[in-house]
């Protein structure tokens, strides 16, 4: 979220109690994000639904990968 909020111009902060058990697990300003590895995108027979922008990672050799396309469109 940090890296998207640079990216943005704008602030992040993580979510309340309330606002994870709905999925989202911050906000970069006041769009909510939720965090999902990248398999997350192929499990399309996933019942959940999260209607708000993901910020997809996976790991890779040296570390982890993110995009954060949803978020800086």
């Known amino acids: 979220m940090k890296k998207g909020?640079?990216?943005k111009g704008l602030?992040?902060?993580l979510s309340d109690n309330v606002a994870e058990s709905k999925g989202i697990?911050?906000?970069v300003g006041d769009i909510p994000v939720s965090i999902k590895p990248e398999t997350y995108k192929?499990?399309?027979s996933l019942s959940e639904n999260i209607p708000v922008?993901?910020?997809y990672?996976?790991?890779?050799k040296d570390g982890i990968e993110v995009?954060?396309?949803e978020v800086i469109e």
């Open 5 to 7: 909020a640079e990216i």
């Open 11 to 13: 602030d992040y902060r």
């Open 25 to 27: 697990d911050g906000y």
């Open 42 to 44: 192929i499990k399309k």
């Open 53 to 55: 922008k993901i910020i």
């Open 57 to 60: 990672y996976k790991k890779v």
């Open 67 to 69: 995009d954060f396309s």
